[in-house]
């Protein structure tokens, strides 16, 4: 399909309309949240499969969304992090870190750092997963 100019259209990048941080992670914070309400639903089921394609993606995986068991509560600004939040993922406490660059590059070893900084006793077995958009792309 062609756009008004003539050329070819490319996917929708939900970036290219919010172009602040904050509204940005105020849609995954909100997207995620939609994981959480039982049921079903179009919202919930797109929710779980990108907490899925994230795992998926960072561990080159294929689990399928049902073994997704729950995702807790998603955080802006969580020790400084974008948008954290945990999720069970195959009976295992998984960490995910997003970190939204819009107009900067990753600097500063942020993503280890922000990895570290959420390590402690009691959640050193769990698994960490840093992203940064577009996905360490």
């Known amino acids: 399909m062609l756009n008004d100019q003539g050329s070819e259209l490319t ?3 939900i970036f290219d309309y919010a172009t602040s941080e904050l509204s940005q992670d105020a849609f995954i914070c ?3 949240h939609w994981g959480r309400i039982e049921g079903s639903g179009n919202l919930r089921d797109a929710s ?3 907490v899925i394609a994230l795992y998926n993606f960072y561990y080159n995986s294929d689990y399928p969304t049902s073994l997704l068991r729950e995702i807790k509560k998603p955080e802006r600004q969580y020790k400084k992090i974008d948008v954290y939040f945990e999720a069970i993922i195959n009976d295992e406490e998984v960490s995910f870190i997003i970190e939204d660059k819009t107009w900067t590059s990753p600097h ?6 922000y990895s570290d900084a959420i390590i402690t006793p009691a959640t050193k077995n769990m698994k960490v997963m840093p992203h940064r958009r577009p996905l360490d792309a």
């Open 30 to 32: 909100w997207l995620l």
């Open 48 to 50: 779980r499969d990108f």
């Open 11 to 13: 996917e929708p990048n």
């Open 108 to 113: 500063s070893n942020q993503l280890q750092i």
